[in-house]
């Protein structure tokens, strides 16, 4: 079995990342869709816009190591889109709704912000200074994503309890 290095990890790591970025892609217009506070239906919009520029960085990155632009299947964001798809089956019509949105999207970016957060160390332990700024940009977005989701939730949140 050959050696596996920290190399291999980052390769791996960034196609696990690159296969999340493209199904988020595909969840979100339901989740905009779904949603219906407009400040909600605004922040997964605009974070519609922001994956898609997620999805050039990484094939930029994917260029930069000389490695095809593919993803891995990544049970870790099925798990996590999955679970946001049945949330919007359950609630459905209900005052919740909007905060079960807000909470899904929440779980996707505490999960992107973990993948970026260790891909843009390991870029720097393994000297690849053009990614480091191209992953830190992502991961910067979606700390500002979190950050927006949790103002959002506090709203939905209160219009949910209010409803009851």
Not at 123 to 134: F, M, Q, R, S, V
């Amino acid at each position: 079995m050959p050696t596996q290095t920290l190399e291999t990890l980052f390769h791996d790591t960034l196609k696990d990342v690159y296969f999340a970025e493209l199904h988020i892609l595909k969840a979100l217009p339901k989740m905009i869709a779904a949603a219906s506070a407009p400040d909600l239906k605004e922040g997964f919009a605009l974070h519609q816009q922001e994956t898609e520029g997620q999805v050039e960085r990484l094939e930029q990155i994917f260029e930069m190591i000389d490695k095809p632009a593919q993803g891995k299947t990544c049970p870790a964001i099925e798990g996590i889109l999955q679970e946001g798809a049945e949330l919007m089956k359950t609630y459905q019509g209900s005052p919740a709704l909007d905060a079960a949105l807000a909470a899904a999207g929440q779980a996707v970016e505490h999960y992107e912000i973990a993948r970026y957060g260790t891909l843009a160390a390991w870029a720097d332990l393994l000297g690849y200074t053009e990614a480091i700024p191209l992953l830190q940009e992502t991961l910067d977005e979606e700390m500002a994503a979190d950050e927006a989701l949790s103002d959002v939730a506090t709203d939905v949140n209160r219009m949910a309890i209010a409803a009851e």
